[in-house]
């Protein structure tokens, strides 16, 4: 039962009555009242909207929702008495008090005798889009929330194997935290300003539980491993379901060491000087899948230098994948060259990276709604220079300035990463302003592509009706994807904290910052760190394994020291993968009712494949179940892999006793 869509202001949603069906082909019988969700049951509206019934959905009942609503709660006396008075008049059509799940019992009767419409699409409201951006770190928060909490599970899920207690409690309490801070109108940014005062309070104690009950399961398998050998030992943990590589820093008090990789290999590493002390930076190859590897950090510079690594001149760096140049005179990305492809993504009279900010003022919800007039001219403070320059990253850093901002702008390449990475500091004082990051590709495509939970999504970047029309701000999770007409070229942007987009032609934009002034005029008014992944790829984005990508820059390993000593496990393990690459094994955890583990998985193409999720050891017993973990089926394992078909964007639930 969906109601705010008859506030579009674009289109007119054209049914009732339907069935929704999601991107996997599954179906929910959907009702959308005539009328409002706080109706005042007039004698005229009760008729008229009845009659729409009647006329566009060919149902003779019509589902009247009473009461006050927004500020108000429920219902009246004087509701009450004009419900009676409809319900004792013999003139007067039928009227009964009903619950929803009695009317939608109805309509799934109802649907066994006449066929209702199916629409399968999204259920876009053409109104509110400014809630995908609205207060910025709240939404941060949420983001970061769900990827701790989902890390604090597995590994706590792990540990309880080798005899930890499973933190139960400390783990539902963060969850109970991060959904409750989902609520309308907290996470859509529409609150007032004391909502975020208290939210900054509750997910810096969600952050907390997740800590503590993450480092306490990592304490607990690391005391497991055999650690002896020379130096320090730095065990690297890797919460995704696949083999990665990852960007690791660690701080270090002598910036003469080397680090060592699991086979005693030398790996190439950078000293990097922050204002909190030296750190080590170096990038981990293959760490395994929902496991560790082992790596040692020992005394003494590398004996030899390192090849191979980026490359820098002028505003232009590079490594062995693509080569970005900065344009001295905007400060924009003039050029993106893939070295694999031997493509140009932006290119003469095309740019990427370039801040546009706009006067954003709605006659109506400041903070829910967008309405962007004039560009307000942004200007380069500080010309691209090289701030770093080593054998693992080269890094370009230039500042812009609009009205009484600024923005700190950080391009790096990363030796073995085939991606360049965006950051940017902004010190945020503007009023009813809208920025955005803009990107002009040198590719062509009428559509474009979005994550969305556990699916994906295409959405026309060359509007054909009215309905693509009123899509002009989106929003998506991890990534967008602009792929080529021809197949053979894409261009994925990562983030991890933002949700509003926009793509009209060649043009993808992500939408940075907004600063309503009702109902919390102080919104946003800070220092904002956004972080950013530019990922130019052959093929498409499935090919391209973007789903993955998404997912590697939301959740990175996690480096933890430990103490030399003997142990029965290995330099490097894995606990838990799934395979093939569109096949993501997204949750473990222990189960609501027992001590069995519960895997979640779900295709991330959007195509019908086989599943192969390898466990720890040969369960006892593997059920799978419902999203609540309920209605359990038994399910044969193959020794310590569940094979399963997993149908385009299914999702799976499996409980696995050990």
């Known amino acids: 039962l969906t109601q705010k869509i008859n506030w579009n202001d674009t289109t007119r949603f054209p049914y ?5 069906e999601g991107p996997d082909g599954s179906r929910l019988m959907t009702y959308f009242p005539v009328g409002g969700y706080g109706e005042s049951l007039d004698t005229s509206s009760m008729v ?21 609503g927004d500020h108000g709660g429920g219902v009246t006396r004087t509701h009450l008495n004009r419900a009676f008075a409809f319900k004792n008049d013999p003139l007067f059509p039928k009227t009964e008090f009903i619950s929803a799940e009695k009317y939608f019992k109805h309509l799934l009767k109802l649907s066994e005798k006449q066929e209702f419409p199916v629409y399968n699409n999204e259920l876009y409201l053409e109104y509110h889009r400014g809630t995908y951006t609205s207060q910025a770190v709240n939404k941060a928060n949420n983001r970061k929330g769900e990827s701790a909490i989902t890390t604090a599970e597995l590994f706590s899920s792990i540990a309880s194997s080798f005899g930890a207690e499973y933190p139960r409690k400390t783990i539902r309490d963060a969850w109970d935290i991060l959904m409750f801070n989902q609520f309308h109108d907290i996470l859509p940014g529409s609150s007032i300003n004391k909502v975020y005062k208290d939210s900054d309070i509750d997910y810096a104690k969600m952050f907390g539980y997740t800590d503590e009950a993450t480092s306490g399961a990592l304490k607990a398998i690391s005391k497991k491993v055999k650690t002896k050998g020379p130096g320090k030992a730095l065990l690297l943990f890797n919460p995704l379901a696949w083999t990665r590589d990852d960007i690791v820093e660690v701080p270090v008090d002598n910036p003469a060491v080397t680090v060592l990789d699991p086979a005693g290999k030398t790996v190439p590493s950078q000293i990097v000087k922050e204002k909190d002390g030296a750190k ?7 760490v395994p899948a929902m496991g560790y590897a082992l790596y040692r950090i020992v005394p003494g510079a590398p004996k030899a230098s390192f090849s191979g690594g980026p490359k820098a001149s002028g505003a232009t760096i590079e490594n062995e994948f693509i080569k970005v140049s ?10 993106m060259f893939d070295k694999k492809t031997k493509k140009e993504f932006f290119g003469p009279g095309k740019q990427g990276d370039m801040l546009q900010c706009y006067r954003d003022r709605h006659p109506n919800y400041d903070a829910w709604n967008i309405q962007l007039h004039e560009e307000i001219p942004t200007t380069l403070d500080s010309a691209p220079e090289l701030v770093e320059n080593g054998p693992v990253r080269a890094t370009l850093k230039w500042t812009k300035k609009v009205g009484n901002s600024t923005f700190v702008h950080y391009l790096s390449v990363v030796r073995g990463v085939p991606m360049a990475l965006g950051k940017l500091d902004v010190d945020w004082k503007e009023a009813h302003v809208m920025a955005k990051l803009a990107f002009d590709l040198n590719l062509k495509s009428d559509d474009a592509w979005y994550e969305i939970p556990y699916a994906a999504i295409k959405r026309a970047a060359v509007a054909k009706n009215d309905a693509d029309r009123g899509k002009w701000e989106v929003s998506a999770q991890k990534w967008v994807d602009y792929p080529d007409d021809s197949g053979k070229f894409g261009f994925s942007l990562l983030n991890n904290s ?15 910052l907004r600063s309503p002034k009702d109902p919390d005029p102080e919104a946003d008014m800070k220092e904002h760190v956004i972080e950013y992944a530019m990922y130019p790829h052959s093929g498409d984005w499935r090919a391209a394994a973007t789903p993955r990508k998404g997912f590697e820059f939301n959740t990175h390993v996690i480096p933890v020291f430990e103490a030399v000593h003997d142990g029965p496990l290995p330099a490097s393990k894995s606990f838990f993968a799934s395979q093939p690459s569109n096949v993501i094994l997204a949750s ?14 779900y295709e991330a193409a959007g195509k019908d494949s086989s599943a192969v999720i390898t466990l720890p050891a040969k369960p006892k017993a593997v059920q799978e179940t419902n999203l609540m973990e309920e209605q359990p089926v038994k399910v044969k394992a193959a020794g310590n892999e569940i094979k399963t078909p997993i149908g385009h964007y299914e999702i799976k639930t499996f409980k696995v006793d050990f």
């Open 326 to 335: 900065v344009d001295p005179k905007t400060g924009n990305i003039s050029s």
């Open 498 to 512: 933002k949700y509003g987009y926009d793509t009209k032609g060649t043009v993808m934009r992500m939408s940075l």
């Open 588 to 601: 473990v955890k222990v189960a609501e009712d027992s001590k069995a583990l519960i895997l979640r998985v």
């Open 48 to 68: 008229s909207q009845l009659k729409a019934m009647k006329e566009t959905a060919k149902v003779d009942e019509n589902y009247a929702i009473f009461g006050v």
């Open 280 to 286: 080590l930076l170096f990038v981990a190859k293959a």
């Open 16 to 20: 009732h009555v339907f069935w929704w």
